[in-house]
């Protein structure tokens, strides 16, 4: 397959993926199974027969890091939006020290939140740098797809 091709089925697969994660996370229970695949592109989702819940779930997806989406510039500041759907966390454990706080700089790359999906702890990387002016999001909260996070101020 062509690297362009490669590079489609990857995007499809990457939203399907998504939208997965959004339906699970919707879902009155956790599947018993959730499979996507790249080539020939499958996605499954298995729930647990007659309403039973789901003791394990299996997600062979890597956890792999999300640069947070970068919207075109609002006045001097931009936001750094969520790249998937999830729940929200500043902070790499309860009671530990947020990753970023308002007046901190960031540099491009750099972690600033975890995203909970499905229990992948996906780390959000800041697609550019620039000074945290603002929170958006509070500890603990479900985020949706491209939903701002943060609001920072370019580098000088």
């Known amino acids: 397959m ?11 697969v990457t939203v399907l993926r998504e939208q997965v994660l959004a339906l699970c996370a919707q879902a009155s229970r956790a599947p018993v199974s959730v499979r996507v695949s790249a080539h020939d592109v499958a996605v499954e989702v298995a729930w647990a027969e007659n309403g039973a819940p789901a003791a394990t779930v299996a997600v ?15 006045g001097n500041t931009f936001t750094l939006d969520a790249g998937t759907v999830g729940v929200f966390y500043r902070a790499p454990e309860p009671g530990a020290k947020p990753f970023t706080d308002v007046g901190e700089t960031v540099k491009p790359g750099q ?18 740098g620039g000074r945290v002016v603002d929170v958006l999001v509070a500890d603990g ?6 939903q701002p996070l943060f609001v920072l101020e370019p580098d000088a």
């Open 111 to 128: 972690q600033v939140a975890i995203l909970e999906a499905m229990k992948l702890m996906i780390p959000v990387e800041a697609a550019r």
């Open 2 to 12: 062509s690297a362009n091709g490669t590079h489609d089925v990857d995007r499809v």
């Open 141 to 146: 909260t479900p985020v949706e797809h491209g």
């Open 60 to 74: 062979p997806a890597p956890a792999e890091a999300v640069v947070a989406a970068e919207p075109a510039p609002v």
